[in-house]
């Protein structure tokens, strides 16, 4: 099984077969991501693999990658990029669209608590909506770190800042969110068909 710096070597010579591993190797971590940003498999989520895949290869291929984190750690970091950005396009969208995102049914097995089900997804379609809207270095920190669990020394490595940096953007990031989570829950509730 080739290294991490087999496999940069072999994409920045052009060697194919063995650069597909780089496929095998960040796949899961790239699908894993993926999943955590969206809380579900998107109908385009093929197409946002590509997108990660496609700039993984432009970096390693102009010998832009620091090498100062695993390939497995600094791919999480593109995916989760790239995952924001898709849905911030699509609030923007929506925005200009005029339309309602819809949310995809889940089938739930009998045994599991629907309601509890049903609550925390929304509770965490909330955390979503603001992550999206707030300043994406700071959205994105918080989520490397509360959803993906990284540690600070790991995204200051993926994000290019210094450790100090890091956690002033998790600090400012978490701060944010919950003053917006606060803000929303004392909003009185829209009524359907009126203004609120």
């Not at 010998?63 to 791919?75: I, N």
């Not at 609030?91 to 599991?112: M, Y």
């Not at 609550?119 to 959205?139: F, I, Y």
Request: hydrophobic share 40%.
């Amino acid at each position: 099984m080739p290294t991490d710096e087999e496999l940069i070597e072999a994409v920045q010579r052009g060697d194919h077969r063995i650069a597909g591993l780089l496929y095998d190797r960040l796949i899961g971590v790239v699908d894993h991501t993926l999943f955590r940003v969206f809380g579900r498999r998107e109908v385009d989520h093929d197409d946002l693999v590509q997108s990660v895949f496609e700039q993984i290869i432009v970096t390693l291929s102009r010998r832009s990658y620091a090498r100062a984190c695993s390939l497995k750690t600094w791919a999480a970091s593109i995916a989760s990029h790239v995952g924001f950005n898709s849905l911030r396009s699509r609030k923007r969208e929506r925005r200009v669209l005029d339309r309602d995102a819809t949310i995809d049914n889940a089938v739930v097995p009998a045994r599991v608590d629907t309601e509890g089900l049903a609550s925390a997804r929304v509770e965490l379609d909330r955390v979503r909506k603001h992550l999206v809207g707030m300043r994406p270095e700071q959205a994105q920190t918080v989520f490397l770190h509360d959803v993906l669990g990284h540690e600070l020394a790991e995204i200051a490595l993926m994000m290019r800042v210094s450790v100090a940096a890091a956690q002033s953007r998790l600090v400012r990031g978490r701060r944010e969110l919950y003053r917006r989570l606060d803000v929303e829950s004392a909003r009185p509730p829209r009524r359907k068909g009126g203004t609120s």
